[in-house]
């Protein structure tokens, strides 16, 4: 009987580790708050350092619900529908019931919002290019698209283990 195992599969497991190492390290470095003071000093936004991941979420997702929210920044949704209201109240962001369910409030950048993210975006892109300074544009670009197709692949496998089967394959208890 033939082996199951594909031949370029065999180092994977190393792979792996590494791949994972790598993500842990990311989030812990994305997590410092040292990061994200830094973030908004060049960026020169006074802003609640729990609130700015919140309102570049809402620029990049919205609209969105706060329990997508929530999950997303791995938060309890309470907290955040408070954090949410925050943003409110500066004129960060506005919530209104949702297109799809009007039971859900979603949350859209303002104007006013939208200016603040572009001036993080710009200050993560000056400091960006002080980390990629040794890189070549060609492993920058690769490195984006690797990581594009990474999180597209998890997306699509997670997207898939939680659909519902369907009616008929369903077995009974």
Do not use: C
Request: no cysteine; aromatic share 2%; proline share 5%.
């Amino acid at each position: 009987m033939p082996s199951s195992n594909n031949v370029q599969n065999t180092h994977i497991g190393v792979d792996l580790r590494a791949i994972h190492a790598a993500m842990l390290e990311i989030v812990s470095l994305m997590n410092r708050p040292q990061g994200d003071d830094a973030l908004l000093g060049e960026a020169g936004v006074k802003l609640d350092r729990a609130l700015f991941p919140l309102l570049v979420g809402i620029e990049r997702l919205g609209p969105i619900g706060v329990v997508d929210l929530a999950d997303r920044a791995g938060r309890d949704y309470t907290t955040v529908s408070r954090q949410v209201a925050k943003l409110e109240d500066l004129g960060l962001v506005h919530r209104s019931a949702g297109a799809q369910d009007k039971r859900v409030r979603e949350a859209v950048v303002t104007d006013a919002g939208k200016a603040v993210t572009d001036k993080i975006d710009a200050a993560r892109e000056r400091l960006g290019l002080s980390v990629f300074s040794s890189w070549e544009p060609g492993e920058i670009a690769d490195l984006a698209r690797l990581m594009t197709k990474f999180v597209a692949t998890i997306n699509a496998t997670e997207a898939s283990a939680t659909s519902p089967v369907p009616e008929r394959t369903r077995r009974n208890p």
